[in-house]
């Protein structure tokens, strides 16, 4: 009750690849994820194919824990994201050099995880002269639907409930969303976690 519909400005996502976006041929981005306790890549298409996705997990570091122990995650992505990267690209069936841009999770996350993956996206992008795409998480779930579902046109609702983050959106197109709704203190991940540890 009183809820008003807020608009979400634009994200620090200022290109796109996405299908909807006019280029003028099929291009090719590798997608690079360290935002929390995975370190994940995927090599996709503008024509939202999924060549490759790559992804080690952290469960039995943190497990004992109760929760992600951010200075071990990030000893982890460290260890791995070399490896992830390598692997995406070769499982992707294409060579290196037909890499567009690659595109990295710029937030939110935790903070020094995030900072692994950034880093290690910057190198990656400038060994292969592409541009780096900064990505917001959240935008990223919200247009991951049209990547799976190609009947997904713009504009849509989605419903993002995460460890951190529950938003529900109307997606008018890339970087042009209106907040329809949110969790006013915790998150569903935050609760479920909390409610575990009992």
């Given at each position: 009750?009183?809820?008003?519909p ?9 290109q796109?690849l996405?299908?909807?976006?006019s ?7 590798l997608?690079?994820e360290?935002s ?14 999924v060549l490759s996705?790559t992804?080690?997990s952290?469960?039995?570091i ?13 000893d982890?992505?460290?260890?791995a994201i070399?490896e992830?990267?390598e692997?995406?690209?070769?499982d992707s ?5 037909d890499i ?9 996350g935790?903070s020094p995880c995030?900072?692994?993956g ?5 190198i ?10 900064p ?7 919200a247009l991951?639907a ?7 046109e ?12 529950n938003?529900l ?14 969790t006013?203190?915790d998150?569903?991940g935050?609760?479920y ?6």
């Open positions: 009750p009183g809820l008003r807020r608009h979400v400005p634009r994200t620090l996502m200022r796109s996405c299908a909807h976006a280029v003028p041929k099929t291009q090719v981005v997608g690079i360290t929390c306790d995975d370190t994940c890549a995927a090599v996709v298409t503008s024509d939202r194919e996705e992804r080690k952290q469960h039995e943190h497990a004992q824990w109760g929760g992600v122990v951010p200075n071990l995650a990030v982890a992505h460290k260890q070399d992830v990267i692997n995406a690209i070769k069936g294409r060579p290196a050099s567009s841009a690659v595109a990295i999770t710029i937030g939110p935790l995030l900072q692994v950034v880093r290690a996206a910057r990656t992008a400038a060994r292969l002269g592409v541009p780096l795409l990505v917001h998480h959240m935008e990223a779930h991951v049209q990547l799976s579902e190609r009947d997904v713009f504009p849509f609702v989605t419903l993002l409930v995460s460890g951190g983050h938003l959106l109307l997606a008018h197109g890339v970087g042009d969303y209106t907040e329809l709704g949110a006013v203190d998150s569903l935050e609760a976690d909390k409610v575990a540890r009992l």
